[in-house]
T-cell receptor, first 116, second 113 residues
Framework: AQTVTQSQPEMSVQEAETVTLSCTYD???????LFWYKQPPSRQMILVIR??????QNATENRFSVNFQKAAKSFSLKISDSQLGDTAMYFC?????????????FGPGTRLSVLP | DTGVSQDPRHKITKRGQNVTFRCDPI?????LYWYRQTLGQGPEFLTY????????KSRLLSDRFSAERPKGSFSTLEIQRTEQGDSAMYLC???????????FGPGTRLTVT
């Protein structure tokens, strides 16, 4: 079974600064996908970024980028130029490529506060 | 299309009552997922459908829970004989077969008193 760990329950960052959220996972699979989702207060989950395990290049989406270390089973999210609207719970999620168990396994989340 | 919708948004029920939630996925999405999220935790997988077929169920899904997707479009999740431990946010998500990104609805918050 897959597990996802986010070791930082809460973090804060000053507006316009950069912050990195950590995620590690445990799996015996070789083909899988990793995701970061954002859940603003009282609002629905939104996809931030995804990474295919077979791609060595780290994914980027505007101010969001990941550092994917497959051997270390690490998948951290870097948010540059933090904005007040980035305040949210951030969840790291794992999904197998095929076969049984094609559902997300989520980590416990990191609550990020962006301070003015 | 405005995304995944769920109804109701909030439900308060007494212990022992049955409740049913509805999820309408994005129209062209053939995969539909149900998750449960308790306060301060990440969502936990309950079950998923590909079209009308229920392909997997989590061990979290006790026999009091049943889900359907009769025509491969909307889905319902029913909880029978609710217990206080069922209090949670129930999230629905949908995706296209090959793209894997899941799009989430706003959730149904269930409170069992």
């Amino acid at each position: 079974a897959q597990t996802v760990t986010q070791s930082q329950p809460e973090m804060s960052v000053q507006e316009a600064e950069t912050v990195t959220l950590s995620c590690t996972y445990d799996t015996s699979e070789n083909n899988y996908y990793l995701f970061w989702y954002k859940q603003p207060p009282s609002r629905q989950m939104i996809l931030v970024i995804r990474q295919e395990a077979y791609k060595q290049q780290n994914a980027t989406e505007n101010r969001f980028s990941v550092n994917f270390q497959k051997a270390a089973k690490s998948f951290s999210l870097k948010i540059s130029d933090s904005q007040l609207g980035d305040t949210a719970m951030y969840f790291c999620a794992f999904m197998k490529h095929g076969g049984q168990g094609q559902n997300f396994v989520f980590g416990p989340g990191t609550r990020l506060s962006v301070l003015p | 299309d405005t995304g995944v919708s769920q109804d109701p948004r909030h439900k308060i029920t007494k212990r022992g009552q049955n409740v049913t939630f509805r999820c309408d996925p994005i129209s062209e999405h053939n995969r539909l997922y149900w998750y449960r999220q308790t306060l301060g935790q990440g969502p936990e997988f309950l079950t998923y459908f590909q079209n009308e077929a229920q392909l997997e169920k989590s061990r979290l899904l006790s026999d009091r829970f049943s889900a359907e997707r009769p025509k491969g479009s909307f889905s319902t999740l029913e909880i029978q004989r609710t217990e206080q431990g069922d209090s949670a946010m129930y999230l629905c998500a949908s995706s296209l077969d090959r793209l894997y990104e899941q799009y989430f609805g706003p959730g149904t918050r269930l409170t069992v008193t």
